[in-house]
T-cell receptor, first 114, second 115 residues
Framework: GNSVTQMEGPVTLSEEAFLTINCTYT??????LFWYVQYPGEGLQLLLK?????DKGSNKGFEATYRKETTSFHLEKGSVQVSDSAVYFC?????????????FGQGTTLQVKP | EAGVVQSPRYKIIEKKQPVAFWCNPI?????LYWYRQNLGQGPELLIR????????DSQLPKDRFSAERLKGVDSTLKIQPAELGDSAVYLC?????????????FGPGTRLTVL
């Protein structure tokens, strides 16, 4: 079946530190991959996406590369800010169904301290 | 542009009572999703609509949950009767189409507590 596994949180970093949040997936075929972010008190919003192998999604200084060989989509940022504190969700949309259905990981909480 | 609107934001009820959640998607979005998010977990799809048709309700517990999307715009999700295990955040999302590459836009959710 289709599933997404994220690293356990919470992740606590100091401002300007380097961030990596690991995400691996299991899927039939080649799904589309997404990172969503949920800021306190707000709904989930799309951070970035990649729709085929070796694609790199990027937004607001965050990047993630679709790695087919390792079935991974790790989220990275070179220098985090306090305002990046949020819950980050990795998700996939199975290509086989093409229904837009999203399958989410359990989420990783990021806390950035000044 | 207005985002996805949900109401109420919070609801506390006793078990065995009915409850309903309302969602107004982004104008022009044909596809609407209802998700349930348990504490510390990612959202899980309950039902997907294409216009007014429910095209994927395989994850909806049909003995107590029901949903409708009259006229293909607003949608209502109902639970009757509610159980303790239904405590969760119920999220509504919409997208302009159902292709797997489309972005889904989420509302703020309704946090349900069943006592």
């Amino acid at each position: 079946g289709n599933s997404v596994t994220q690293m356990e949180g919470p992740v606590t970093l100091s401002e300007e530190a380097f961030l990596t949040i690991n995400c691996t997936y299991t899927a039939t075929g080649y799904p589309s991959l997404f990172w969503y972010v949920q800021y306190p008190g707000e709904g989930l919003q799309l951070l970035l996406k990649a729709t085929k192998a070796d694609d790199k999604g990027s937004n607001k200084g965050f990047e993630a590369t679709y790695r087919k060989e390792t079935t991974s989509f790790h989220l990275e940022k070179g220098s985090v800010q306090v305002s990046d504190s949020a819950v980050y969700f990795c998700a996939l949309s199975p290509r086989s169904s093409n229904t837009g259905k999203l399958i989410f990981g359990q989420g990783t909480t990021l806390q950035v301290k000044p | 542009e207005a985002g996805v609107v949900q109401s109420p934001r919070y609801k506390i009820i006793e078990k065995k009572q009915p409850v309903a959640f309302w969602c107004n998607p982004i104008s022009g979005h044909n596809t609407l999703y209802w998700y349930r998010q348990n504490l510390g977990q990612g959202p899980e799809l309950l039902i997907r609509y294409e216009n007014e048709e429910a095209v994927d309700d395989s994850q909806l517990p049909k003995d107590r949950f029901s949903a409708e999307r009259l006229k293909g715009v607003d949608s209502t999700l109902k639970i009757q009767p509610a159980e303790l295990g239904d405590s969760a955040v119920y999220l509504c999302a919409s997208s302009p189409g159902s292709q797997g590459t489309n972005e889904q836009f989420f509302g703020p959710g309704t946090r349900l507590t069943v006592l």
